[in-house]
């Protein structure tokens, strides 16, 4: 995702379509910024919805790699 600018960031919410059953096992959220280029957050399950708290920060854009799935998983993911 790329946000056009620099922007300060407070949450990043993953949510699963869990109808179809819970899919993701884990990720890592690739952070891109002025402060944080490279930088990783690592989770497990994603489930209905995981919310990362950001702090805040700075960032220009981000990326989401599923690590490790049981199925094609289904995916929203939004901004604050």
Do not use: C, M, W
């Not at 096992?25 to 995981?50: A, C, N, W």
């Amino acid at each position: 995702i790329t946000l056009g600018g620099s922007r300060p960031i407070h949450h990043v919410v993953l949510r699963e379509d869990i109808t179809k059953g819970q899919r993701v096992e884990s990720f890592e959220l690739v952070l891109s910024g002025p402060s944080v280029d490279g930088q990783v957050v690592k989770g497990g399950t994603i489930g209905y919805k995981r919310i990362i708290a950001l702090n805040n920060l700075q960032l220009t854009g981000l990326f989401l790699r599923v690590k490790q799935a049981r199925a094609e998983p289904i995916l929203s993911v939004a901004v604050y």
